[in-house]
């Protein structure tokens, strides 16, 4: 669970006592080269439990909620992900220029794949929400990468199996939108294998893999793996 007994710091204490943190590698073109966080929660004590665990973190660095633009992540906090939090989700994810990590108590199969439509690629179960595994998991949506508990990740594997039986009896066949080639690429991804176990598998280097992923994304306006999975599998495809 968010830790929340954490001794609060205020903006003026914590940016005057905090040393000046160098670049990190790969996170050139950052200010500083650190990611800018932002934290929203409806319970004020969970966003400064989730503040306090992220402002100890060289790599972060945390803004305000109005402080958005490219590059930032935004950390969303949800005991239950319900209609009107999916549409919170949806109007903040909606400029485009947000990455975000959903930390959350229950999700339902059904809201899963909508979660992952809207482009929240990194899931964190609420109870596992230490700092390490809340910096992890903001690291992989600052990459655009795609992060989800082993149990989540096996909920959506089963939908995809549903999906693909119920797909191969429709008449028809989906769009254009992917080749063969990426259609590979992204079942592999799906079933939760990495970069290079899906090289491995389909005899490519670990660099076409990252540049079949990337071009998909770009082409088709997807935030990260993940979306392209629920894109992919909403189109009929897995």
């Known amino acids: 669970m968010l830790r929340s007994s954490l001794p609060r710091i205020d903006a003026d204490t914590a940016a005057t006592s905090r040393p000046a943190t160098p670049a990190l590698p790969g996170q050139r073109g950052r200010p500083g080269g650190r990611i800018p966080v932002t934290v929203h929660a409806l319970d004020p004590i969970s966003r400064e439990g989730a503040r306090g665990q992220l402002r100890r973190r060289p790599e972060i660095e945390l803004r305000e909620d109005s402080e958005t633009g490219p590059g930032t992540v935004a950390l969303l ?3 239950v ?4 939090a ?4 949806r109007r903040m994810m909606g400029s485009g220029q947000t990455r975000a990590v959903l930390v959350v108590g229950s999700l339902r199969d059904a809201k899963l794949l909508d979660v992952l439509g809207i482009g929240i690629g990194a899931i964190v179960w609420r109870h596992e929400a230490t700092e390490d595994r809340l910096a992890q998991a903001v690291m992989a949506a600052a990459r655009g990468d795609g992060e989800l508990p082993a149990d989540l990740l096996g909920r959506l594997i089963d939908q995809v199996n549903v ?3 119920t797909a191969a009896g429709r008449v028809g066949v989906p769009g254009s939108g992917l080749s063969p080639r990426e259609v590979d690429v992204l079942r ?3 079933d939760g294998l990495g970069t290079s176990e899906i090289a491995a598998k389909l005899a490519y280097s670990d660099r076409t893999i990252k540049n079949i992923l990337h071009e998909l994304t770009t082409r088709l306006h997807l935030r990260n793996r993940a979306h392209a999975v629920a894109y992919a599998l909403r189109e009929g495809y897995l």
């Open 81 to 84: 992900l319900d209609d009107d």
């Open 77 to 79: 906090i949800s005991d």
């Open 86 to 89: 999916v549409a919170r989700l």
């Open 188 to 190: 592999l991804v799906a």
């Open 163 to 165: 999906l693909h039986r």
